[in-house]
């Protein structure tokens, strides 16, 4: 594979390997997300609705999403090899993406354990829900990571990054929200694509 493909495979497949050697994104991940939704299944009384608990998923599915992001850029800026990305012989936007898929990669890790640890606490785990999730996990991985790249230059980037990121996510969640709890999910599922 050559060309811009190329680049954004080998990108990706180098963030990729990091991660198997560092195990320092993905543990977190999955750690945040078990621990919210065991904390949120004890705050919330027994008989709550479909909604509230689909609300608390996608509330805890959002902060653990933040973490990856975060993360995403961490190593370039504290190893100095941001501007060696930049200055590489490849298009700008290949390198955008390739974090990208990286950040999605990281996000069904932690989905995987998500969505049947939501089902033991809560409900089942409709196609609803599952599809409305890998929508806007694509959403998530893109707009993140074109934020998470501007605020890694920042030096408060770990409060920089929620700020700019959580009001561009609200239509994400709304959509996400709506095909796991609407009577009509279609319209949010073509919503959130």
Avoid at 70 to 82: K, M, N, S, Y
Avoid at 137 to 142: P, Q, S, T, W
């Amino acid at each position: 594979m050559t060309g811009y493909l190329g680049d954004v495979a080998a990108l990706a497949r180098k963030d990729l390997l990091v991660e198997l050697r560092t195990r320092d994104t993905v543990p977190a991940m999955l750690l945040f997300v078990v621990a919210a939704l065991v904390v949120f299944h004890f705050a919330l009384p027994a008989e709550s609705s479909r909604l509230a608990a689909s609300g608390m998923l996608w509330i805890a599915l959002l902060f653990t999403a933040l973490l990856a992001l975060v993360r995403a850029f961490v190593g370039e800026r504290d190893q100095g090899t941001l501007d060696g990305l930049i200055l590489a012989p490849c298009d700008r936007s290949a390198i955008w993406l390739g974090k990208t898929l990286s950040v999605l990669a990281f996000l069904l890790f932690a989905e995987v354990v998500a969505l049947p640890a939501f089902a033991l606490f809560y409900e089942d785990v409709t196609w609803e829900l599952v599809a409305g999730v890998a929508l806007a996990n694509v959403g998530i991985a893109a707009v993140g990571t074109l934020l998470g790249a501007m605020a890694a230059a920042a030096r408060a980037r770990e409060l920089l990054l929620p700020l700019l990121f959580l009001p561009v996510a609200i239509p994400l969640v709304v959509g996400g929200v709506g095909a796991t709890v609407a009577d009509d999910p279609g319209r949010y599922l073509a919503f959130l694509a």
